[in-house]
């Protein structure tokens, strides 16, 4: 085996495809030899994994090996690839928020116990492994707080200081139906809830009653509110636009198309006869799917920050939209989220891109007086 490995090892660097090492670690795996696959990827990072610009056939080689072993079930599938990922992925927080969704996804919950048994990193699983899995799983519907071989690790006061450590440990209503991504060793697919809208909605009407507006927008509220689409700006293509503004009287929902498009948003610049602006009142569900889906899966050239995260940034982007304060606990955000009335907005202005990852959400606080805005486009 060490032979077979050194050479891989050793040709890989001139080889113009790879599946023909795809194809040595797909008849191992089918043979029983998981261990193969770690000690490959192993011997592969320590010889190639350092370098800020991994040539290509390494990182097409390493996610196979990673793919084949979370995607494939079975325990010793689970432990070969927490060996892998403990031996080359040390510090390595984006790996681990994508092996946690990897596994989460191919495995069955109580061989996944495996990763809380012993002590973290290092020479072991990382407490980021740890965290991002536990909430994958609970994302998936997991009572990770009864399961044996998790729940000890999951109920821990150790790690509340984690910023995963903020989240309940169950879903919330408001939660119901994450769209999460399906993984298989060739790719992976997600449902997009979001892009160009077909349903015309209300729309803006003439001489409707409109409330004076002052922007009260900060910094901080913008970036809070940008959570979950950061990763557009970031990692692709995308803009963005967060703003907040008090109004003079309560809006009601029949002028909430009219005080959007009077509001000066960027979004709606250009907005004519020939434009139209479209706006929908949708319950705090559709708008926690569309703000996870942003953050977990991302915009037209990355990835995303994975489920576990990508729950964190859903609800930091609704805290900030319906106004929650900065110190407020999971259940006081949920409250305030529920008290809101939310909206999704489309334009066909020149600023949304239109082609697949366009956001336009709006939440009016409880006494109708505030109104903050959310709108994210990307483009390949």
Request: hydrophobic letters at 45%.
């Amino acid at each position: 085996m060490a032979d077979q490995i050194q050479e891989i090892v050793t040709r890989l660097p001139n080889l113009e495809n790879v599946t023909g090492v795809w194809e040595v670690a797909d008849r191992r795996l089918a043979q029983g030899d998981a261990a193969f696959l770690a000690d490959l990827g192993i011997a592969l990072a320590q010889r190639y994994g350092s370098g800020a610009e991994q040539m290509w056939q390494y990182r097409s080689v390493f996610d196979h090996l990673l793919r084949l072993l979370g995607t494939t079930a079975g325990p010793e599938n689970v432990s070969q690839a927490l060996r892998l990922v403990a031996a080359t992925g040390s510090g390595r927080r984006k790996l681990d928020r994508y092996v946690a969704s990897l596994l989460a996804a191919g495995h069955q919950v109580e061989d996944l116990a495996a990763a809380f048994a012993g002590g973290g990193a290092p020479g072991g699983v990382s407490e980021e492994l740890r965290a991002c899995l536990v909430h994958e799983l609970v994302l998936r519907g997991v009572a990770v707080a009864e399961t044996p071989g998790i729940a000890e690790w999951a109920t821990s006061p150790h790690w509340s200081h984690h910023p995963l450590g903020r989240l309940p440990l169950t879903l919330s209503d408001v939660e119901e139906h994450p769209a999460l991504p399906s993984y298989s060793v060739r790719g992976s697919s997600c449902s997009m809830p979001y892009g160009p809208s077909e349903s015309r909605g209300m729309a803006v009407v003439p001489g409707a009653r409109v409330p004076p507006a002052a922007e009260t927008t900060t910094e901080a509220g913008a970036a809070a509110m940008a959570k979950a689409v950061a990763n557009w700006v970031d990692e692709s293509n995308g803009r963005i636009e967060a703003r907040v503004f008090a109004l003079a009287e309560p809006v009601d929902t029949d002028s909430v198309p009219s005080t959007l498009a009077a509001l000066g948003l960027e979004c709606l610049n250009g907005m004519g006869r020939k434009s139209r602006i479209s706006v929908s009142v949708c319950p705090p569900a559709q708008a926690w799917r569309v703000l996870f889906a942003a953050a977990s899966t991302g915009g037209a050239y990355n990835s995303g920050c994975h489920g576990a995260y990508g729950r964190l940034a859903a609800w930091q982007s609704l805290a900030g939209l319906s106004g929650a304060a900065e110190s407020a606990s999971a259940g006081e955000v949920e409250a305030r989220v529920r008290g809101c009335v939310w909206y999704g907005f489309d334009a066909d202005t020149k600023w949304f891109e239109r082609v697949a990852w366009d956001i336009g959400l709006a939440a009016v606080d409880p006494d109708r007086r505030r109104l903050a805005v959310l709108a994210a486009t990307d483009t390949d």
